[in-house]
């Protein structure tokens, strides 16, 4: 029986929905923090652990390694338990390893700690995603996905110039430790509020979890689960490793600028997400057949400017890294229209599913960069020479691989996508021309 003909407990994106909406999002904004603050606590990194940079790079590989590593069977569990559980499993996870992370003082320790966060991190944004797709309407839903990318964003603000000040003022553990505090605190909130969703009936799937496992190669089989994977690789990981990572050191040793003139560029690229995100969400909305034309043109848009950056002789002048950090910033509200493409695939009762698959695209591309940057560092320093503008440069070229393979793929996976539409139903095309949401659940 399809959900809409189910009864409802509460009206659909009405306060309620929206009540538990901000309360999972208010997760969800703590797990960018707990997944951004290295960015800028980076270097401090690096001497308090006294570790090389493909160690310090492994910092972030090892917790993206676990968070895409367990995207496929958070989205299970999903399916099968509901987002609430796994909200709070979630938010216990990154709140212990980040007050692990606090107090240890080893390099081994501290990787243990930064994979438990990354494990707790995994579990947020699809239990989001899933409140969303239950909680509002059809019509509602792809602008509640883009302000939930949004607003998420809020927790890179924390993370760049406040966090710089909190560890320049109380040290490294008491700064760590009580934004562990914060998240535990939170959780409160969502068990006495969320629920899965809004209808009488729980809105899992009933059968058993090795059913749900062995339907996954039909989930990725399936074109719109295709072009949402690849979507989400070509254009999420360039902000991503910018913003997790690379992007502090590149700014301040290899460009120059002072650490509160970089922590000020990562905060414009946050401002600017909050501007674009609600122009995507509008264009999605009005024009769904080209939502993976729109990240594509957002993807060619990052590569040039990146291509200026990287060939402009010398350091680049402070105006054209804003503009870099502006553009690149597009790429996390681009994003996030791969789960609205997959959407249009998709069965409610398979949207967890889903959204684990895609949501592994653009983690899977952002470890095998940041991992072959700091390589390449690492390569290019081996005597114990300062990294030069010239090793970050060379470093940062390895995204255009990515960016030219993971666009080839989507284009691809497309046109697949818009043959299997017209077999399904021959006026799906014609009504996503139009700007109507079709909803064509191929799986």
């Not at 689960?225 to 050191?249: E, I, K, R």
């Amino acid at each position: 029986m399809d959900g809409e003909t189910r009864e409802l407990r509460y009206p659909l994106g009405q306060a309620r929905a929206f009540v538990v909406w901000a309360l999972a999002l208010a997760v969800y904004v703590m797990a960018v923090f707990h997944r951004t603050s290295l960015g800028v606590a980076g270097l401090l990194a690096t001497d308090r652990f006294e570790i090389s940079n493909s160690e310090l790079a492994a910092f972030t590989v090892l917790q993206l390694l676990v968070y895409a590593a367990m995207q496929v069977p958070v989205g299970v569990m999903l399916d099968r338990y509901g987002p609430r559980v796994l909200l709070v499993a979630g938010g216990v996870l990154m709140s212990l390893g980040q007050l692990a992370f606090a107090v240890v003082e080893g390099f081994g320790p501290a990787l243990v700690a930064r994979g438990v966060v990354g494990a707790g991190d995994a579990m947020i944004f699809a239990s989001v995603i899933r409140l969303a797709n239950w909680w509002f309407t059809p019509r509602q839903v792809p602008m509640v996905v883009q302000v939930t990318g949004m607003v998420g964003q809020l927790g890179s603000v924390l993370a760049s110039v406040p966090l710089t000040l909190l560890l320049r003022e109380y040290g490294w553990s008491r700064t760590f430790a009580t934004a562990a505090t914060v998240g535990l605190v939170i959780l409160i909130g969502v068990l006495l509020v969320v629920r899965d969703s809004p209808y009488l009936e729980r809105q899992v799937s009933e059968i058993d979890l090795g059913a749900l496992v062995r339907s996954l190669p039909g989930v990725w089989r399936s074109p719109g689960t295709q072009v949402g994977f690849w979507a989400h690789f070509t254009s999420q990981f360039g902000v991503n490793c910018f913003a997790l990572l690379w992007g502090f050191p590149f700014l301040v040793e290899g460009q120059g600028l002072s650490e509160e003139t970089a922590s000020t560029v990562l905060l414009v690229m946050v401002a600017s997400v909050l501007v674009v995100g609600i122009v995507i969400a509008k264009l999605i909305e009005r024009f769904p057949f080209y939502r993976s034309l729109l990240v594509f043109a957002v993807v060619v848009a990052i590569a040039t400017v990146w291509a200026v950056v990287l060939l402009w002789p010398g350091q680049s002048p402070l105006w054209l890294l804003l503009v870099m950090g502006v553009v690149t910033a597009v790429g996390g509200p681009a994003s996030m229209v791969a789960f609205d493409v997959a959407r249009t695939f998709t069965s409610p009762q398979a949207v967890g599913r889903v959204t684990g698959v895609v949501n592994v695209g653009g983690y899977l591309a952002t470890l095998l960069v940041t991992a072959l940057i700091g390589l390449i560092l690492d390569l290019h320093a081996r005597d114990g020479s300062t990294r030069t503008l010239v090793d970050f440069k060379l470093a940062m070229s390895v995204q255009f691989l990515f960016w030219i393979g993971g666009s080839v793929q989507m284009l691809r996976w497309r046109r697949r996508a818009i043959i299997a539409l017209n077999q399904d139903d021959d006026t799906h095309v014609p009504r996503l021309r139009q700007g109507d949401q079709v909803s064509a659940p191929l799986i």
